[in-house]
């Protein structure tokens, strides 16, 4: 028996035969089946507030981290015009110093770093097992062992942190490594919960959460870590990571694998997905390492995760950095100017789904026009943001002009390279996804190595003007590359089995 016939057969275990008028009165109402509230609604709700906790988890340390290690900080004002490689400092706060800062901890630079660094070493390790697991137990398990690890982890910091940081690296280490299997299990569930008519929608949906998650992190940790009557700096540890391990509750017990498995799917819905979703799908028994490493869509795809990852953590990651150091912006317009972008990033996505999805249902757009035209967007107009903000130097407006326009568009790239190793081989989507992550976790550690060699004991305008060019040269490199080899046909490599043909085209 293939699997097509599995399928079915599963099918009508548990819910019987249908005559073919029956099956044809419940297909009539698929219009009706596509708006109406249903099982993977749900499941796509789940999956987007654990991508918001995932990235609460990792941003929390990097505003957190502040409050927990005493420091020196002063505002240097001797550099006051932009010709010295620093911009003015505003008259209402050039006598304005900061206090030595009454951490709990003495550590030093190295400590720091290794402590910031530990979760993106454990999460480039671990992409690739946690994909693989992704596509053998079909990513409900891993997603949810995967989510408490993060949040178990979160709680037991505080504790760690004050046993010692080496102890605190092995617990960042080990949540990184348990973040490796995130990715790869949603985009493994995706495969067998969304048609690929929706699947941009639901991507780009799901990965919002990544711009309210960081956000959140940001605004809630600074609030904590600075007020003691609201717990200091470990009441966010422990916030997010209890939130996290309920949310692997409720995961365990609402969602399953895939729609044959659920007990509370209607009927309608069912025979809806059955119907416009390829059963096709399983797990393949083999991995094939050379279709996948000779497969140029493939290839491109890892290439643009690099990059877009690179824009992703600049703005993420360093922008703060540099808005404090060379804009001189005060320590709560900073965390402000910082996470608007984001929150306004998500509001963004909601009206773009919606855009590509009435195109994609009216036919006016075929799938792999759906990912050039996103990745377009997602890739050049950041880009040629990102130039912009080298230049505009100290124009304070005209620098948060360039972070909303730099920010915005990101939305859009979700729709493209997110989506293509669902598109061309849906059977390996997890392990192509965690290789793909290995690329998305190697994008932050050679952008963090990069930018501190570039602006070491000259942290100016120039330092940051190459940082920003370099980044924007190269993604627009990578998303040309991508836009000339992007495909939305599933590979011949995908299947190994004779019953099927060697390609089947989606985009038709």
Known sequence: M???QNSSAEFDRRFGTFDEHDTTDLLNNRNVQKFQWGTRHTFALLCFIGTCLMYANRFNLSVAIVAMVRRNATVDISAND????????PVNAQNVTDSIHSGEFYWDDMAKFFVLG???FGYFLFCVPGGRAADK???HLTMAVGTAVIGLMC???PLAARTSYKCFIVVRFVQGAAEGSISPSIKRLIVNWVTVKERSKYMAAIYSGIRIGSPMAMLISGLMSSSPE???WPASFYLFGSLSLLWSICWLFITRNSPQLHPKISQQELVYLKETIDASHDHASTIPWKGMFTSVPFISTLCVHLSFYMVEWLLLLEIPLYLNTVQHYTITKNSITAASPSLATFLFTLLYIWIIDRAIHKGQISIVNVRRVSMAIGGFIPSLALIALAL????????LACLFIATLPLAAGYCAFICTPADIAPRHTGIMTGIACIFTGLAGFILSMYTGLVIQNNNDLGSWQIVFLTVAVFNIITTIFYLCTVTADIQHWNYDDDNYSSKIRLNE
Do not use: W
């Not at 932009?82 to 400092?89: A, K, L, M, N, Q």
């Open 2 to 4: 293939n699997i097509r």
């Open 82 to 89: 932009s010709s010295s490689g620093t911009c003015p400092v």
């Open 118 to 120: 530990a979760s993106f």
């Open 137 to 139: 137990f079909g990513g």
């Open 155 to 157: 709680v037991l910091s």
């Open 230 to 232: 609201y717990g200091g």
């Open 392 to 399: 505009v130097r100290c124009n304070r407006l005209a620098v």
